[in-house]
């Protein structure tokens, strides 16, 4: 999508954008037109806009999603801690949303928990969430949530902590799987080099196959002599073999 605009239309801004009535995602960017030295106009052009920034909120109401995914399916059950999912969105909403938070954890919870009657929902919504205008820590979502290290790592959630692994005891872990995974990485770099593994090189070393045994001398003398390695098959035929001094 493109079209000229006259030199006498077009703003003199040096911005490489202008803002213009567009569709959600789109940018207009705008570029001179020239031959030689002469300015025919300006061309404009509709680009996509790179995605918006990563919303705290979003991110942690999709894990949250998430989580329920894998242990409730589509639709949280209805039982005794079932509203405790509600209690937290609403928690993280109001932080979010301000006064406008309301109908944003009642639309969730008529999509996640439908056998929820309205007059419920608002009442976690107003009893539990009235005084709570800070956001709320990993581990303490981690605590509300009952969510377990082990279920943390099987389903690769970031923004909420666990109630049995505390987030000092989490880097700590997590930074022995970076140097594990990096560890990894190197060794496969380094077999796709050529490398010998470890274990390899010293399977073949000189001083695994011990090979001034097959001489019937000693190690020291060995070196001495300049290291040197019998033939594999007299080894084998004729066991140990001297060496003249």
Known sequence: MAYLVGADEATQSEKPAVKADRPDGLARDVSAITVGDCLLGYKAVQRRMRASRWNHFRGRMREIEKLIRHRHGDIVPEADDALIYVEVIASLALVEFKEEFVDVVLGWAARWLPWAGKAEIEEVIYERTKLRFSPLSA??????????????????????????????????????????RDRARKEEQRRAAGALSRADYLANSFSQARAWEAFGISRRTWERRGKPMPDPETISDCGSISLAA
């Open 139 to 180: 581990d303490a979502l981690g605590h509300a949530l009952h969510l377990s290290y082990a279920e943390r790592s099987a389903l690769n959630i970031r923004t909420i902590g666990a109630f049995d692994v505390p987030k000092r005891k989490r880097a700590k872990l997590q930074k022995e799987k970076r140097r594990q």
